[in-house]
């Protein structure tokens, strides 16, 4: 049934392979000339800040950076990063990276305008002013956090990472260039690519869906279904990589509207306990929650099933729904995503946290836009079988 959405996304996309050589002129635009550049080591070694240090230099800029997001970002690093905007006197952010330096780029721009502490402000809608411009340069297929208002961060006191909502956190400027992505390891690219698909399949079934954002993730349901096993097998793979990259936008302005569902909700608490990165704590659910949730909405998941290549025609539609969770199965074996078990080993540790990860799960809010109802009791349940 239709009903009045709102719709948000960037000022600005740069998508596409060689998209990061027109970042310049967008720069200029702004107007600003003291950027932080938001990144970590590895997009130093590989040689991507110097390459993007350089089209600053050329907009004019003098450029101050932060590189020490090192894996997935907590409140420490977004102090530290805050700590460096303001001891250079930066007008602007530019993060590059994965989610990591991205959301961490978020982070220190809220506290920028708005002071405070950045647990303040865990849920939605409660950074009160604009953050400065901000440009994200992402280099996974993976988060669609470059065109979200989203940010993930690590309350390190708590074991939580906390969801920040705020459309005052959509980059300004947002480069999805897959040249940048040939260099990510395929345990990388199955996690990131994963991390993609589950925006994407969630975004196409939760509670919230809506016309704009359906077209959006059910085609990168499709162009992940193509394209991640080949990027993934050969990583200089450019159309591979460029359709991964695709997909991995798509699914970031689906989700950013749609909201993501239960998978998400479920997979944040692992990462904060057990320290599991982003993608693969949701790879490792994907299954599960699709064998318990496909039953709610069988017309969606068998078009699922059509766009990750099944043939459905003809069936019946509880079959034919049933066909995306095989689909969704093999794909997850092909890139050889692992069960929980072999992440992590001590069984007892696991049961004794699931309580905590499965109320954590539901005070995110994510997993009340699933389609098939959950209580905490059931999640601990579905633990228990991704294991
Ligand atoms: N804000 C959002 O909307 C949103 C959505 C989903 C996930 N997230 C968050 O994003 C974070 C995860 O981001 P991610 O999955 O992109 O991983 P990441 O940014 O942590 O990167 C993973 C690893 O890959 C390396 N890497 C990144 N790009 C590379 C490249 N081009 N070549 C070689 N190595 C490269 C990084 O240095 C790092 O070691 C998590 O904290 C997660 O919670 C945010
Ligand atoms: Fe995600």
Not at 75 to 100: I, M, P, Q, R, T
Not at 360 to 370: K, R
């Amino acid at each position: 049934m239709m009903r009045a959405v709102e719709f948000r996304m960037p000022q600005v996309l740069l998508q596409g392979p060689g998209s990061l050589a027109l970042m310049g002129k967008e720069v200029k635009r702004l107007g600003k000339k003291k950027p932080l550049l938001v990144t970590d080591e590895i997009m130093e070694k590989a040689g991507y800040a110097d390459q993007v240090k350089a089209i600053l230099v050329e907009a004019g800029c003098e450029v101050a950076v932060y590189n020490g997001v090192g894996g997935e970002p907590g409140d420490k690093h977004v102090e530290a990063g805050l700590a460096e905007y303001k001891k250079n006197d930066c007008d602007f952010l530019v993060a590059l990276g994965g989610g990591s330096p991205i959301d961490t780029a978020k982070a220190i721009g809220i506290l920028e305008t708005n002071g405070g502490k950045i647990t303040d402000y865990m849920g939605a809608d409660k950074v009160a002013k604009p953050i400065p411009p901000l440009v994200c340069i992402a280099t996974t297929s993976g988060t669609g956090s470059e065109v979200t208002k989203f940010t993930i961060i690590a309350d390190t006191a708590k074991d939580v990472k906390m969801l920040i909502a705020s459309p005052f956190i959509i980059p300004t400027v947002a480069v999805a260039d897959p040249a940048l992505t040939l260099s990510v390891p395929p345990s990388v690219t199955a996690a990131t690519g994963l991390d993609a698909f589950c925006h994407a399949i969630e975004a196409f079934v939760t509670k919230k869906e809506q016309p704009m954002c359906d077209v959006l993730a059910l085609n990168a349901v499709r162009l992940v279904s193509e394209n991640l096993r080949k990027a993934w097998c050969n990583g200089d793979d450019l159309e591979a990589r460029a359709n991964m990259m695709l997909a991995s936008t798509q699914a970031g302005m689906a989700f950013n509207n749609a909201s993501v569902t239960l998978i998400h909700g479920m997979s944040r608490p692992i990462g904060a306990v057990f320290h599991v990165p982003h993608g693969i704590s949701n790879a490792v659910l994907l299954p599960v929650w699709a064998e318990y949730t496909y039953i709610a909405k069988p017309e969606k998941f068998a078009r699922v099933a059509e766009a990750m290549g099944e043939l459905v025609a003809g069936l019946p539609v509880l079959e034919a729904a049933h066909k995306a969770v095989d689909a969704i199965v093999k794909l997850c074996r092909d890139v050889e995503i692992p069960p929980i078990r072999e992440l992590i080993k001590d069984k007892e540790e696991f049961e004794k946290r699931l309580e905590k990860m499965a109320h954590d799960a539901v005070a995110s809010g994510s997993p009340g836009n699933n389609p098939r109802f959950v209580t905490e009791a059931r999640i601990v349940e579905l633990y228990k079988k991704a294991y």
